[in-house]
């Protein structure tokens, strides 16, 4: 896809470091002859509109310049767009996390992604999408959680003034002192059929979570498949001991977690309850049922 190279630019991102990168950007993109418009989001779902807006009118090449979150709210905005071709995203990480770069093998600075708008090459990539309680469709590029990790994020979304993956170590101490029972649920992972009582339902596109918490270590975004951990837990200690285990990357030595590689999961719980998150984006705090499903190659990345 050829024509007008879109930045949509979240401001706010990174703590808002990421509007002093605007400067370097622009410099960057002139040197080098790049035709180019810089769009700073305004509102939440707006880097969603703009991207939506740009894939139907077929006139230029988009890329997200913040964190998971922006890059979240663009994805959705060219999933969701009426266009005949294969959506195309470039990423430039200057957010807190940069989850999604970092499990999609993409540079972490910002030098080294400018280089490869310049290119002219891509690379394919699953992205997945949820519906809760049959509503709309929500698409995701990183990952989707149920419970523990889902109201971690929360947490984590309330602490503005803490940097990097700080915010989700804090909303994960603060659940650990409230350790709230889950619900019970019965969950059918392409197949598998399983009645559980779960603290923690990890559904992985990519690797990492909150900027440092290694959900899925052999996580592959080209599988077509989801990584899935469900981790059934009762005692705080124990709990704590599953999360340094899930930050190293080290889950599947858990007794009490279970991994399934699936392209579908449902899960559903009759007395509702549950949280659930997309890339790091509150979805639900009490949903009935979630349903998610793998897009094998949905859209394609600069790289």
Sequence with gaps: MSGLLTIILNPT??????????????????RHDISHQIILTEYPGHAAEIARDC???????????????????TANGLLSAESSEKPLLGVLPVGSGNDFSFGSSLPLKLEESLQLVRRHEKKPIDA???RIDGGKTIYFLNGMGIGFDARVS??????????????????AVKMLMLFPDPPKVEIE??????????HLISCMIGKRLGGSFLMAPRGDNRDGLFDVYITEQFKRLHMIRDLLHFKKGLQDRLDDTKFYRVP??????????????????????????VEAQCLPSALNVMC
């Design 128 to 130: 997945g999408f949820v």
């Design 189 to 198: 992972a392409d197949g598998h059929q399983l009645n559980a009582q779960p």
């Design 154 to 171: 929360i947490e984590a979304g309330k602490m503005k003034h803490l940097k990097g993956s700080l915010g989700y170590i804090y909303g």
């Design 55 to 73: 894939a139907q009118q077929g006139k230029c090449r988009i890329v997200a310049a913040g964190g998971d979150g922006t890059c979240h709210e």
């Design 264 to 289: 579908r999961l449902r899960v559903s719980s009759p007395s509702g309850g549950l949280a659930v998150h997309a890339d790091g984006e509150n979805l639900s705090t009490d949903a009935a049922y």
């Design 13 to 30: 991102a990174g703590k808002g470091r990421a509007r002093s990168k605007i400067g370097h950007i622009k410099k960057f993109l002139t």
